[in-house]
């Protein structure tokens, strides 16, 4: 479901690391040997690459994309580039910093939720190495968010959820069913505890078979319930968690589709939607992307961006089908 497309025979680190110093070499930067490179490699050759630029050199790829480039595609490049527990542990920092806004709050809620356990507990890892502060305690203790929003969001960050086990208990499923449901239809009425723990605990198979019982049980998604409770900042955060833990593929439709809505683009909302998805499911969200907007992520990316912005960003996205 990755979209990138990585070469039959690929050099060793070492070969492009060589070239990717003479692309940053001289005057004037070959912007489009970089994107030739690091955008045809995973992350594993990435970093192997990062380490060989380092010892050649005695300067990071990093430090070097930064000082060579500039604007909307040096932060693509560089997160692109970065180890990508590192990269979503930065973002995080960088959303606990600004206003109470969805936007912001969909970052780490993308964190928590739309990877797997272990990539969440290498984040953790990262933040701490990176800043020397726990996340699940930096959101916990967040002024920005006020109850009971922040307790969602540091139980959602702090979960371990176990991956493997396909097992689903269908009688927990109906059972927990029926509290969402109590928890989300009555308008004005805060969300309990009872979606805290169940949002914030139970297994990606668990939660599917739960939101499954609950579309039988009550004739619609509970995502629909929740999009009618207008105006209720923490029924938004948990429609994207759910989304995100089950279906992250419609959540990141809407990441990309909203950062080109209006007037104007959110370059940031545009990039983090696309560079974290390109090795993860973007064939899925390119799919679901084109039947909810009658278009697609290609088409939508050439006409809000251009130049090397544009250009990395579609190596990223790949071809359409």
């Not at 960050?157 to 509290?179: F, I, M, Q």
């Not at 679901?288 to 907007?293: A, I, P, S």
């Amino acid at each position: 479901m990755a979209s990138i497309s990585v070469p039959n025979t690929v050099p060793s680190p070492t070969e492009d690391a060589e070239n990717i110093r003479k692309a940053v070499q001289g005057w004037g930067t070959d912007e489009k040997a970089l994107i030739e490179i690091l955008g045809h490699r995973t992350a594993a050759q990435r970093a192997e690459i990062a380490v060989a630029y380092e010892g050649l050199y005695d300067e990071t790829l990093l430090d070097r994309l930064h000082s060579e480039l500039s604007g909307d595609f040096r932060s693509t490049m560089m997160l692109w580039t970065m180890d990508p527990a590192a990269r979503d542990a930065k973002l995080a920092n960088k959303a606990l910093k600004k206003k109470s806004d969805l936007r912001h709050i969909w970052v780490l809620v993308e964190v928590a939720c739309a990877s797997s356990p272990d990539h969440l507990v290498a984040v953790r890892k990262a933040y701490r190495a990176a800043y020397d502060a726990s996340l699940e305690e930096d959101v916990a203790s967040c002024s920005l968010f006020k109850n009971p929003l922040r307790q969602f969001l540091a139980r959602l960050v702090s979960a371990y959820r176990y991956a493997g086990d396909d097992h689903v208990d269908g009688d927990l499923a109906t059972a927990e069913a029926a509290e969402l449901h109590a928890a989300v239809v009555g308008k004005g009425q805060t969300l309990h505890s009872d979606v805290v723990r169940i949002v914030g605990s139970r297994s990606k198979p668990q939660l599917r078979s739960t939101l499954e019982r609950y579309r039988q049980e009550h004739g619609k998604a509970i995502d629909e319930v929740l999009d009618g409770r207008r105006g209720d900042q923490l029924a938004a955060v948990l429609k994207a968690a759910l989304w995100c833990l089950t279906s992250p593929e419609k959540h990141f439709a809407e990441v990309i589709r909203t950062s080109i809505l209006g007037l104007g683009t959110d370059e940031e909302m545009l990039t983090r939607g696309i560079v974290s998805r390109a090795e993860v499911d973007m064939e899925k969200m390119k799919e679901e992307y084109k039947v909810r907007y009658n278009t697609t992520v290609t088409a939508d990316v050439r006409g809000d961006t251009s130049g090397d912005y544009m250009n990395i960003l579609l190596t990223l996205v790949g071809p359409e089908k």
